[in-house]
């Protein structure tokens, strides 16, 4: 039996691990065998690279060398981790995909949607989640409780005009792909937001 596979997205401080740790915990209680893992990262190799993406100042990579890094760093994670688990039956439950490269170097930093489609589908063989929980929270909100984390990264220090873009990124996709997409409300507690997950991923359950 093939697994599933659920991504979570959504902007800084929308709660996406937190909830996806809550989602795969779940998910566990009721039997199933679960990978929870995130992007960039994942596997050793997918982690090196992020640290490369995620660390130094805001303008370290061009657009296109950083969406490079994200696809160096997904093609290993899909390979080693993802497909593999996904094969053995296991549901895998990540913490963003191919949906922030469209949102983050697409509508953020300009570099042609069309173009990073065609290297996603190179970097994993077409690979795409069977569900996209986007956590759908106000710019201000987020900013907040990202501040409050502490250890801002790179896109953290990016302006407000670049997380407006990667937002609205996030609600389009939702309202394109509403077969694939949910669009989450953020602005509730952690409970009811996990209510919320659940409820839109127990149509997948067998």
Not at 68 to 90: M, S, W
């Amino acid at each position: 039996m093939t697994g599933r596979f659920i991504t979570f997205e959504g902007g800084e401080g929308a709660g996406k691990s937190t909830q996806a740790a809550l989602l795969a915990e779940r998910l566990r209680a009721a039997g199933i065998d679960v990978v929870l893992t995130r992007e960039p990262g994942g596997t050793p190799g997918a982690e090196a690279i992020r640290a490369l993406i995620v660390e130094g100042e805001p303008d370290r990579w061009t657009a296109t060398t950083e969406a490079l890094l994200v696809n160096a760093a997904r093609a290993d994670h899909v390979a080693r981790l993802i497909r593999p688990a996904l094969a053995a039956g296991k549901w895998v439950v990540c913490d963003r995909f191919v949906d922030s490269t469209l949102a983050y170097q697409g509508a953020g930093k300009a570099l042609a949607a069309a173009d990073l489609l065609e290297a996603h589908r190179f970097a994993t063989d077409n690979l795409w989640a069977d569900l996209t929980l986007v956590l759908d929270l106000p710019l201000a909100v987020g900013a907040a409780r990202a501040a409050a984390r502490g250890r801002p990264d790179r896109f953290d220090r990016l302006g407000a005009d670049f997380h407006d873009r990667v937002a609205a990124s996030f609600v389009h996709v939702a309202h394109q792909e509403p077969d694939r997409v949910r669009l989450i409300d953020a602005t509730g507690d952690v409970e009811a937001v996990a209510a919320a997950v659940w409820r839109a991923v127990e149509p997948l359950l067998p």
